[in-house]
């Protein structure tokens, strides 16, 4: 069965500094692979999502993540973080025709000033 | 504007009572699934159900049911509500297949005294 591990349970950066959150997953075909982002009382906003193609995807709010099949990872970038970043990040993999989605324990970020 | 309802926001529950977690999209996505956070587990889904009139166990569906009459409406059920049922509970339904997009209601917070 597919499983996500999220290393870190806490990160904190400075604003206006870069991030990396960090994302392995199980699975022994190619994955659909997901970042969702989640704001204190809120539910889940998808980030961005790799299935095919290209392994360096563009999401919304200018994050990015790349897929590294040999490194089984899936980790999530931006370049300069905002105070409105804080929130907690959790990757997401389905297998391949599965319609359920596997979530990590999820990364909180926060963001010193 | 389009998306998930989900009711109550929150409750207290005495232990053994019989609850039911409200949950309606106007999306008219065919996938809909009950997940629950706790702290440094992440997201655990309870059950799914990929179309009207079918439902499926997900990785902790003990104590829990579900039913799908209809495409809009997908209710979850503490028969007789524990203690370790304490959680935030978020309904959410998919666009597409497995690469679809999981859209997200507010969340439950339940309280299981």
């Known amino acids: 069965a597919q499983s996500v591990t999220q290393p870190d349970i806490h990160i904190t950066v400075s604003e206006g500094a870069s991030l990396e959150l960090r994302c392995n997953y199980s699975y022994g075909a190619t994955p659909y692979l997901f970042w969702y982002v989640q704001s204190p009382g809120q539910g889940l906003q998808l980030l961005l999502k790799?299935?095919?193609?290209?392994?360096l995807v563009q999401g919304i709010k200018g994050f990015e993540a790349e897929f590294k099949r040999s490194q089984s990872s899936f980790n999530l970038r931006k370049p300069s973080v905002h105070w409105s970043d804080a929130a907690e990040y959790f990757c997401a993999v389905a297998a391949g025709g599965a319609q359920k989605l596997v979530f990590g324990q999820g990364t909180r970020l926060t963001i010193n000033p | 504007i389009a998306g998930i309802t989900q009711a109550p926001t929150s409750q207290i529950l005495a232990a053994g009572r019989r609850m039911t977690l409200r949950c309606t999209q106007d999306?008219?996505?065919?996938?809909m699934y009950w997940y629950r956070q706790d702290l440094g587990l992440g997201l655990r889904l309870i059950h799914y159900?990929?179309?009207?009139?079918?439902?499926g166990k997900g990785e902790v569906p003990d104590g829990y049911s579900v039913s799908r009459a209809n495409t809009d409406d997908f209710p979850l059920t503490l028969a007789s509500a524990v203690p370790s049922q304490t959680s935030v509970y978020f309904c959410?339904?998919?666009?597409?297949?497995?690469?679809?997009?999981?859209?997200f209601g507010e969340g439950s917070r339940l309280t299981v005294l």
């Open positions: 959410a339904s998919k666009s597409g297949g497995a690469a679809g997009e999981l859209f």
């Open positions: 999306m008219r996505h065919n996938a």
């Open positions: 159900s990929n179309t009207a009139g079918t439902t």
């Open positions: 790799y299935f095919s193609g290209d392994t």
